[in-house]
């Protein structure tokens, strides 16, 4: 038996969620659930009350979103890690909860053994990212610029990586040159180039052209 439990505060806004996670930490001899929140402002509420080490936070709650009550308690200066536990792994989501102080990111089909030592190394001040939120992480922050094209923008581009000239793809696509050129203006910002040549080598490194 450690010499004190790590402490634990559960947020999520389904109670059959918060009794499954609380049954399941209760079994962990060194973790003890101090309390539980349904959203984002009784989450934050509750932790300055009860100073947990760790906070499982849910995401997408109707009282009040988790990625809000991450920056309000790092605003604070609430000591407890953040560990973001939710269903959802979009890029939106992952990057809004790390950018706001969350310490990890699990998704909720993550293993039991898993949670645990994931909240003991929240705890302890690591990094927890599941593999899939880190692959995303990883591939966005190689390029954090990158947006994603439009269709019509793929459109022009795979005429463009054909051969095509302006005028044959206005004709093409049944739009004037004008418009084809402020789609590989854009698209152009897009890829961070500044030619056509470019503009299909950086595509094709993307995988966006095949």
Request: charged share 25%; hydrophobic share 45%; no cysteine.
């Amino acid at each position: 038996m450690p010499d004190r439990a790590i402490t634990l505060l559960i947020v999520d806004d389904h109670p059959v969620v918060r009794d499954g996670l609380r049954g399941m930490f209760d079994s962990a001899a060194d973790i003890e659930v101090l309390g539980e929140a349904s959203d984002g402002p009784s989450a934050v509420a509750l932790a300055a009350e009860l100073d947990p080490d760790v906070v499982l936070m849910d995401l997408r709650m109707p009282g009040g979103g988790g990625v809000a009550a991450i920056a309000e308690l790092v605003r604070r200066g609430q000591r407890g890690k953040v560990l973001v536990l939710t269903t959802y792994d979009t890029d939106s989501d992952t990057l809004a909860a790390i950018e706001a102080g969350a310490t990890g990111y699990l998704l909720k089909d993550a293993m039991r053994d898993e949670l645990f030592a994931a909240v003991r190394a929240a705890a302890a001040g690591r990094t927890v990212l599941s593999p899939a939120v880190a692959s995303r992480l990883v591939s966005r922050v190689r390029s954090p610029g990158e947006q994603p094209l439009s269709a019509r923008e793929r459109e022009v581009l795979g005429l463009v990586a054909r051969g095509r000239s302006n005028r044959e793809i206005a004709a093409d696509l049944f739009v004037s040159e004008a418009t084809v050129k402020t789609h590989l203006t854009h698209l152009y910002g897009k890829l961070g180039v500044n030619d056509r040549a470019a503009a299909v080598a950086a595509a094709y490194d993307r995988g966006i052209l095949g």
